[in-house]
């Protein structure tokens, strides 16, 4: 499955920061992981810390699948809104899992400033706003139910969303204290450097062709013919694992984003925040730390790679149009577009934990807008699971029960 277009940001940005051979010899070891993006980095990270002996594989260049493409916006809110979360699988359920994004991205800071390198982690609030009169009970009453179970929230109108940030045609928003961007692209290779330190072994350019599940070990047979054996295997290939377990759980669509040209003058009040609106599929847009703006959404229901990518001008075109009507002072002008695949869930939760048809494995897959604050929590889960432990979002997130 081809993921992205060709021109996503942060890959053309960083450039090619490190290179991994591909396997070349047999290799026994405690865990495998397939897919060397951010999210195999977290997990990689999380298991080489713990003891464990670990290869990481990956079909293409590490981080050059999803991870390439994602626009970096760390949010507690999932794409469900809480109340209608409640309304689909229960209070304890919604509540413990915006709780544990909440409280992922206080964790994603930590490894970013213990790794001491440049992965343009910030802080920021985060606007949800709705620009028609139709959402706005909605949004009201979202405001409501977060602050009701004790998230730090307030009420913004529109007059005063368009005198701080320039918003314009917003009628009301919530304002959210927690929220953070950072270059997810940088922090995967950061991730993936730190744990080669530690003993972690990457091999990039490395398709697997068969898995074969033993009573008590898991074979992985790669393209050219070399086995791997491990006592566990951890899948961290996103929207990829639709072609193994059936795109019925997930909903893939493709998804579009733009990066405008470098703004002149000094940094703005929008740097530190993270803007989304009510629309279905919503529109959101954040500062870099280079000093642009990134608009993203123009969702559509298809995965054609060829139909995705011939879309791309119009929709950046749109998009651009979009960034002039909600900031008409802003000089924005398209230099970057691109396009990927994007996954959504029923309940917009992601799917992590082990599957009953395939044994001595684990799934961590973190679809949605929240896939790395999703992913953050998964290596709690996965750190369990390899001590013989249960986890409190086993249940909110597992396959037993959602999976269709």
């Given at each position: 499955?081809?993921?992205?277009?060709?021109?996503?940001?942060?890959?053309?940005?960083?450039?090619?920061?490190?290179?991994?051979?591909?396997?070349?010899?047999?290799?026994?070891?405690?865990?495998?992981?397939i897919?060397?993006?951010?999210?195999?980095?977290?997990?990689?990270?999380?298991?080489?810390?713990?003891?464990?002996?670990?290869?990481?594989?990956?079909?293409r260049?590490?981080c050059?699948?999803?991870?390439?493409?994602?626009?970096?916006?760390?949010?507690y809110?999932?794409?469900?809104?809480?109340?209608?979360?409640?309304?689909?699988?229960?209070?304890?359920?919604?509540?413990?899992?915006?709780?544990?994004?909440?409280?992922s991205?206080?964790?994603?800071?930590?490894?970013?400033?213990?790794?001491?390198?440049?992965?343009?982690?910030?802080?920021?609030?985060?606007?949800?706003?709705?620009?028609?009169?139709?959402?706005?009970?909605?949004?009201?009453?979202?405001?409501?139910?977060r602050?009701h179970?004790?998230?730090?929230?307030?009420?913004?109108?529109?007059?005063?969303?368009?005198?701080?940030?320039?918003?314009?045609?917003?009628?009301?928003?919530?304002?959210?204290?927690?929220?953070?961007?950072?270059?997810a692209?940088t922090?995967?290779?950061?991730?993936?450097?730190?744990?080669?330190?530690?003993?972690?072994?990457?091999?990039d350019?490395?398709?697997?062709?068969?898995?074969?599940?033993?009573?008590?070990?898991?074979?992985?047979?790669?393209?050219?013919?070399?086995?791997?054996?491990?006592?566990?295997?951890i899948?961290?290939?996103?929207?990829?694992?639709?072609?193994?377990?059936?795109?019925?759980?997930?909903?893939?669509?493709?998804?579009?984003a733009?990066?405008?040209?470098?703004?002149?003058?000094?940094?703005?009040?929008?740097?530190?925040?993270?803007?989304?609106n009510?629309?279905?599929?919503?529109?959101?847009?954040?500062?870099?730390?280079d000093?642009?703006?990134?608009?993203?959404?123009?969702?559509?229901?298809?995965?054609?790679?060829?139909?995705?990518?011939?879309?791309?001008?119009?929709?950046?075109?749109?998009?651009?149009?979009?960034?002039?009507?909600?900031?008409?002072?802003?000089?924005?002008?398209?230099?970057?577009?691109?396009?990927?695949?994007?996954?959504?869930?029923?309940?917009?939760?992601?799917?992590?934990?082990?599957?009953?048809?395939?044994p001595?494995?684990y799934?961590?897959l973190?679809?949605?807008?929240?896939?790395?604050?999703f992913?953050?929590?998964?290596?709690?889960?996965?750190?369990?699971?390899?001590s013989?432990?249960?986890?409190?979002?086993?249940?909110?997130w597992?396959f037993?029960?959602?999976?269709?």
């Amino acid at each position: 499955m081809k993921l992205t277009s060709a021109n996503a940001f942060w890959a053309l940005s960083n450039g090619l920061k490190t290179t991994y051979p591909s396997v070349n010899e047999d290799i026994e070891t405690d865990v495998v992981i397939i897919g060397a993006g951010i999210t195999g980095g977290l997990i990689a990270h999380q298991c080489v810390s713990d003891g464990h002996r670990v290869v990481i594989l990956d079909k293409r260049e590490v981080c050059h699948g999803s991870t390439s493409a994602t626009t970096s916006l760390l949010q507690y809110e999932i794409d469900v809104p809480l109340f209608k979360l409640i309304e689909k699988v229960g209070e304890e359920h919604a509540i413990a899992s915006y709780k544990a994004c909440h409280r992922s991205i206080d964790i994603v800071e930590k490894l970013a400033l213990d790794l001491s390198r440049d992965s343009g982690f910030k802080r920021k609030s985060s606007i949800y706003f709705c620009t028609k009169k139709g959402q706005l009970k909605a949004l009201r009453k979202e405001f409501e139910v977060r602050k009701h179970y004790g998230f730090e929230v307030e009420w913004i109108m529109g007059n005063e969303l368009q005198n701080e940030y320039g918003l314009k045609g917003a009628l009301g928003a919530i304002r959210s204290a927690q929220g953070a961007s950072v270059d997810a692209y940088t922090l995967a290779y950061d991730l993936l450097a730190a744990s080669v330190e530690k003993g972690l072994i990457v091999r990039d350019n490395t398709e697997v062709t068969k898995v074969e599940h033993d009573q008590d070990a898991v074979k992985v047979i790669t393209c050219d013919g070399h086995r791997l054996k491990a006592k566990k295997l951890i899948y961290c290939n996103g929207f990829e694992s639709t072609e193994i377990l059936g795109r019925s759980f997930v909903k893939l669509l493709s998804t579009y984003a733009t990066v405008g040209e470098q703004l002149p003058g000094p940094e703005t009040v929008l740097d530190d925040v993270l803007f989304w609106n009510m629309a279905d599929p919503y529109i959101y847009a954040r500062a870099t730390d280079d000093g642009r703006m990134l608009i993203g959404g123009e969702d559509e229901e298809f995965v054609d790679p060829q139909k995705r990518d011939r879309r791309i001008q119009k929709k950046a075109e749109k998009l651009e149009k979009t960034m002039h009507e909600l900031f008409p002072k802003m000089p924005y002008k398209v230099d970057f577009a691109w396009a990927g695949t994007f996954g959504e869930t029923e309940d917009g939760c992601p799917f992590i934990g082990e599957h009953k048809d395939h044994p001595n494995t684990y799934w961590v897959l973190g679809f949605g807008g929240n896939g790395i604050t999703f992913s953050t929590i998964g290596r709690e889960m996965v750190s369990a699971y390899l001590s013989g432990q249960d986890h409190p979002m086993d249940e909110p997130w597992g396959f037993p029960g959602r999976f269709k």
